[in-house]
């Protein structure tokens, strides 16, 4: 089975700075990749994904990931954060083979004005 | 399109009741799946069905039981109520195997 590890539980950063959110996997076999975001009291809206083809993936509210097959990486990044950044961050796996996701723990984003 | 919609939106239970949450899908989607969402444990994966049948299953007592209707709505059952039951329960669809999910708002169960 997979796991994915999401480093960090919580993370902090000044408004305007980067953001990045740690995500690795245990798959020797590249597998699908997701980042999701959870606002308080709503579930998980999906910001990008990565299937196949370039690794750098850029999806929505300024976000990009980027695939690293060699680190088993997808890490999660924001060149400068917003106050309206502050969620619940999911990092998830689905096997190419599978019908299952695999969720990381998730990592509170906090922006500090 | 409408979302994935999830009915009800809040329950409070006591110890020993059971309890059935529903899940409509978007239209046209066939998979549903089921997570139970608490702080302590993240997201944990409870079942996934695909035109009525269950897929794959994560690693919950028998208590836990799901089942997919031919219009793709799936419901789950939760049966003698516990009080770590208490979490959000997070449903999601999706076209097939490998597409994204899509989640609704989910369901906050209270057990008292």
């Known amino acids: 089975a997979q796991s994915v590890t999401q480093l960090g539980s919580h993370v902090s950063v000044s408004e305007g700075a980067l953001v990045l959110l740690r995500c690795n996997y245990s798959?020797?076999?590249?597998?699908?990749l997701f980042w999701y975001v959870q606002y308080p009291n709503q579930g998980l809206q999906l910001l990008l994904k990565?299937?196949?083809?370039?690794?750098l993936v850029k999806g929505i509210n300024g976000f990009e990931a980027e695939f690293k097959k060699s680190e088993t990486s997808f890490h999660l990044t924001k060149p400068s954060a917003h106050m309206s950044d502050a969620a619940e961050y999911f990092c998830?796996?689905?096997?190419?083979?599978?019908?299952?996701?695999?969720f990381g723990t998730g990592t509170s984003l906090t922006v500090i004005p | 399109k409408a979302g994935v919609t999830q009915t009800p939106r809040y329950l409070i239970k006591t110890r020993g009741q059971q309890v059935t949450l529903s899940c409509s899908p978007i239209?046209?989607?066939?998979?549903v799946s089921w997570y139970q969402q608490t702080p302590g444990q993240g997201l944990q994966f409870l079942f996934e069905?695909?035109?009525?049948?269950?897929?794959n299953k994560g690693n919950f007592p028998g208590r836990f039981s799901g089942r997919q209707f031919s219009n793709s709505r799936s419901e789950m059952n939760v049966s003698t109520l516990e009080l770590g039951d208490s979490a959000l329960y997070l449903c999601a669809s999706a076209l097939g195997a490998l597409n994204e999910q899509f989640f609704g708002p989910g369901t906050r169960l209270t057990v008292l």
């Open positions: 990565y299937t196949t083809g370039a690794t």
């Open positions: 798959s020797s076999v590249p597998p699908y």
């Open positions: 998830a796996v689905s096997e190419v083979s599978g019908n299952q996701f695999y």
């Open positions: 239209s046209g989607h066939r998979s």
């Open positions: 069905y695909f035109s009525e049948t269950q897929r």
